[in-house]
């Protein structure tokens, strides 16, 4: 399993995340053997995403499938709107780091270090 957490925060240190998410996900060749995701900003306490889980296990490793699995985001958590981050922006960016850690396993890049015009 290739382990990988990601934060988002206004601040790039020293700042509390508006959302944390950490992904563990095992392939057996490119198949989904056991997925572990989990989400601190999401609830009220860190929470693991199991519809997120089950939408991956036993599914074959590509973009499309981690795209069909985005919609199960909203079984596993109802955001907090507060001021780091509205719910919207919550969920999405939850997402969002599914998709980047995926683009992370194919060997892609994906540095977000710096947002330039």
């Known amino acids: 399993p290739d382990l ?41 306490i860190p929470k693991r995403a199991r519809a997120v889980e089950a939408a991956l296990a036993g599914r074959e490793w590509t973009l499309a499938t981690v795209q069909s699995a985005l919609a199960a985001f909203a079984e596993d958590f109802t955001p907090m709107t507060d001021m780091r981050a509205s719910a919207t922006y919550r969920l999405e960016s939850a997402q969002n780091m599914l998709i980047r850690y995926f683009h992370e396993r194919a060997g892609q890049a994906v540095s977000v270090l710096e947002v330039a015009p």
């Open 4 to 44: 990988a957490c990601y934060k988002l925060s206004k601040r790039f240190d020293q700042d509390i995340s508006a959302v944390c998410g950490c992904f563990n996900i095992a392939l057996d060749g490119q198949e989904v053997a056991q997925a572990r995701i989990a989400f601190g900003g999401m609830a009220g």
